[in-house]
C-alpha cells in the first residue's frame, strides 16, 4: 500500500537539543511539506520541497532545518534556535501541479 | 498574504441534525481544499473545488464554492459520532507549487 509515515509518533526532547523528525513517502511524489500544527489553530508551512536537492522557506522556517536528498524522504530537524518548538508537526507529498496533498500521521514534539 | 477564516470555530450538535461549516478568504479562491482531521492524527482529503458555483458531495458531506470564488461551505447532512473532528479548508496559493494557506479549523463534536 502506497502512502506517508513519520516516526516517530511522540517525542521529547531537552531545550537545547536538535531533533530530527523522519517523513518517507512511497507515492512517488514530487512534492513533500512540513507543517506545524498548535493548538487549536491550523496549519502553518515550515518547508516545501518540489524536486530532489532543492526546497523552500515556508511561513514560519526559523529555527528549522530541512534536506531532500532522496525523493522518498524529507527529514525535519528542530534546531535549538527554534524558540517554541512544542507543537503537533504534520509532513505532506503530493504530485507537482495543484494537486491533492496526502498527509502523513503526525509527530508530536514536547520540550521538556 | 492570503488568510483563511473558517465559522464557526467549535460546533457541538445532537445526532440526526444538519450543520454548516463556513470558510472564507481574503483574496480569489483558485482551489479549495476541505480535509478533516482526527485529534493527534493527519489530514484526510475531503473534496477539492476549483470553478466559481461548483458543488461536490461524498455521503453526506457536500462542499460548494460561491460563484464569486471567495467563500467555501461544507454541509453535513443527518451528522453522525463518526463525523466529528477538526475540518479545515485550505486554499491554493496562487503562481507556481502547490502550497496551501490553511483557515484555523473547525471543531465539531456530535452528541449521540
Known amino acids: 500500500d502506497g502512502g506517508i509515515t513519520q516516526s516517530p509518533k511522540y517525542l521529547f526532547r531537552k531545550e537545547g537539543q536538535n531533533v530530527t523528525l523522519s517523513c518517507e513517502q512511497n507515492l512517488n511524489h514530487d512534492a513533500m511539506y512540513w507543517y506545524r500544527q498548535d493548538p487549536g489553530q491550523g496549519l502553518r508551512l515550515i518547508y516545501y520541497?518540489?524536486?530532489?536537492?532543492?526546497?523552500q522557506k515556508g511561513d514560519i522556517a526559523e529555527g528549522y532545518s530541512v534536506s531532500r536528498e532522496k525523493k522518498e524522504s524529507f527529514p525535519l530537524t528542530v534546531t535549538s534556535a527554534q524558540k517554541n518548538p512544542t507543537a503537533f508537526y504534520l509532513c505532506a507529498s503530493s504530485k507537482v501541479g495543484g494537486a491533492e496533498q496526502f498527509f502523513g500521521p503526525g509527530t508530536r514534539l514536547t520540550v521538556l | 498574504s492570503q488568510e483563511l477564516e473558517q465559522s464557526p470555530q467549535s460546533l457541538i450538535v445532537q445526532e440526526g441534525k444538519n450543520l454548516t461549516i463556513n470558510c472564507t478568504s481574503s483574496?480569489?479562491?483558485?482551489?479549495l481544499y476541505w480535509y478533516k482531521q482526527k485529534y493527534g492524527e493527519g489530514l484526510i482529503f475531503l473534496m477539492m473545488?476549483?470553478?466559481?458555483?461548483e458543488e461536490k458531495s461524498h455521503e453526506k458531506i457536500t462542499a460548494k464554492l460561491d460563484e464569486k470564488k471567495q467563500q467555501s461551505s461544507l454541509h453535513i447532512t443527518a451528522s453522525q459520532p463518526s463525523h466529528a473532528g477538526i475540518y479545515l479548508c485550505g486554499a491554493l496559493q496562487g503562481g507556481a507549487g502547490n502550497m496551501l494557506t490553511f483557515g484555523g479549523g473547525t471543531r465539531l463534536m456530535v452528541k449521540p
Open positions: 520541497s518540489q524536486i530532489v536537492n532543492d526546497f
Open positions: 483574496k480569489t479562491l483558485y482551489g
Open positions: 473545488l476549483q470553478k466559481g458555483g
